[in-house]
């Protein structure tokens, strides 16, 4: 794409930009709510302000920083990593380029916990926090629970430990592991252990959006030739770091389901999938048996 002719910073009302912004982003489904969310984000306004006085100027410096979002955002930049927030089971989340933007049929995840949880002392292990959005959303509804969220990046622990401080939620333990590696050992046992992993397949890799492929972290997504590699780890190891009747809950892509069902043997019961709101089997839930 070519860059859009920027034009001079100087004494443009908010609702001037507004319009600017939204004729530069033309094209994209969502060009009014981009450029009204980048707005805000470059004037450091909360959105009651902006409304209650349209046609006040636009400080030269919050124009500038405006425009530069804009362009980032015609580039692709996913519109979470410019605003650095992406809100999860209704809490805003700081989200950088170092983890998944959290997705909305991840909540999943979290509703199942919820209904299978006896609301004891439950020891509750997120594999693969990113940014620690599973993790804080069950600490937060399940105060006796304790939380431990591993992730093989360094970089998305501190973003999930951020996230955490600022939610004050402190009975969250961040561990950086490689899967299991960091419990091996320890005889750590968990009543549930919960991963949304990377599933997405070489061959899918290529058609995914571009937003997605050149600017999310390629660790967080891609799972090997068949896109099942740390699935099927999991479905191998999961056992022996949960209690016996705890439970396993995973997420899944598009049209993985009967292969991932076929990984489970006769260590486990109570195979179930859920579907998230567009009807796609989203969430596995085996139970150690
Ligand atoms: C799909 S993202 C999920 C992030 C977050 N839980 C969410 O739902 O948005 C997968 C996460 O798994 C982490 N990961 C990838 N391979 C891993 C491994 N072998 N062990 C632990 N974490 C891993 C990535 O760093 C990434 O943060």
Known sequence: MTPAKRPEPGSKSLLDLYRLGVSLLEG????????????????ALPEERYFAAPDSPCPPRAEASFLRLVEKRRRGVPLSYLTGVKEFWSMPLRV???VLVPRPETEVIVEKVLELSTREKETILDLGTGSGNIAIALAKELPQARVVAADISERALRVARGNAASHKVKRVEFLKSDLFSAFRGTGARFDFILSNPPYVSRAEWDSLPAEVREFEPRRALLAGDSGLEMISRLARRAGSFLRPGGYLIFEIGDG??????????????????????????????????
């Open 256 to 289: 993985q389901r009967d292969r991932v069902l076929s990984l489970f043997g006769r260590r486990w019961t109570e195979i179930e999938t859920a579907w998230d709101l567009a009807g796609k089997p989203r969430v596995i839930t085996a139970r150690r048996a």
């Open 96 to 98: 950088s380029p170092s």
């Open 28 to 43: 994209r489904p969502q060009a009014g709510l981009e450029a009204k969310v980048l707005l805000l984000k470059a004037a």
